[in-house]
């Protein structure tokens, strides 16, 4: 089992619709997830961290932490035809401060 | 620099020749990583630098690699004797000491042919 698990993609949503993008983790020891889009053939970027149980919001990103289930979310609102990237779910903190450990990654196809 | 710069952004390699990567982080930045990103998967923790100590290098996949940052700003990955399954994109990330948020560089795309 790898250490982050992401849903299976790809993910196919219509423009303006909610996109949701989900990921497990197995190391309790992580502290902080973080969210990165990567569009093809460039590099990573993030969109947003959390690191508290519960809801962060930024613009149209909400991330959602639950440390108990061990489970991380992105919901993207009012989707783009510019949201379509693979998402990447990393976890980081702990003893490995710095280093992330990311999940396979989810393609999001945001169509008009 | 304004970014994390890598060079070359493209290499294509003969099985069995030595390449080397170089990674420019941003000016400051005393944390690097090097990751290997395979297609289709996300990128896997290689090695860490804080200045010029590397202090984690638990993810390198054999002997064949190896990476250095001697003077604590650019650093280097080499890989020796290179393999098909070595192709991959390799990435380099910086932070500041202490920091959250990880920038990252465009990737050097290694193909061994």
């Known amino acids: 089992q790898k250490e982050v698990e992401q849903n299976s993609g790809p993910l196919s949503v219509p423009e303006g619709a909610i996109a949701s993008l989900n990921c497990t983790y197995s190391d309790r020891g992580s502290q902080s997830f973080f969210w990165y889009r990567q569009y093809s053939g460039k590099s990573p970027e993030l969109i947003m961290f959390?690191?508290?149980?519960g809801d962060k919001e930024d613009g149209r990103f909400t991330a959602q932490l639950n440390k108990a289930s061990q489970y991380v979310s992105l919901l993207i609102r009012d989707s783009q035809p510019s949201d379509s990237a693979t998402y990447l779910c990393a976890g980081g903190g702990g003893t490995s401060y710095g280093k992330l450990t990311f999940g396979q990654g989810t393609i999001l196809t945001v169509h008009p | 620099g304004a970014g994390v710069s890598q060079s070359p952004r493209y290499k294509v390699a003969k099985r069995g020749q030595d390449v080397a990567l170089r990674c420019d982080p941003i000016?400051?930045?005393?944390?690097l990583f090097w990751y290997q990103q395979a297609l289709g998967q996300g990128p896997e923790f290689l090695t860490y630098?804080?200045?010029?100590?590397?202090?984690?290098k638990s993810g390198l996949p054999s002997d064949r690699f190896f990476a250095e940052r001697p003077e604590g700003s650019v650093s280097t990955l080499k890989i020796q004797r290179t393999q098909q399954e070595d192709s991959a994109v390799y990435l380099c990330?910086?932070?500041?000491?202490?920091?959250?948020?990880?920038?990252f560089g465009q990737g050097t795309r290694l193909t061994v042919v």
């Open positions: 630098f804080q200045n010029e100590a590397q202090l984690d």
């Open positions: 000016s400051g930045h005393v944390s």
């Open positions: 990330a910086s932070t500041l000491q202490g920091a959250t948020e990880a920038f």
């Open positions: 959390i690191y508290s149980n």
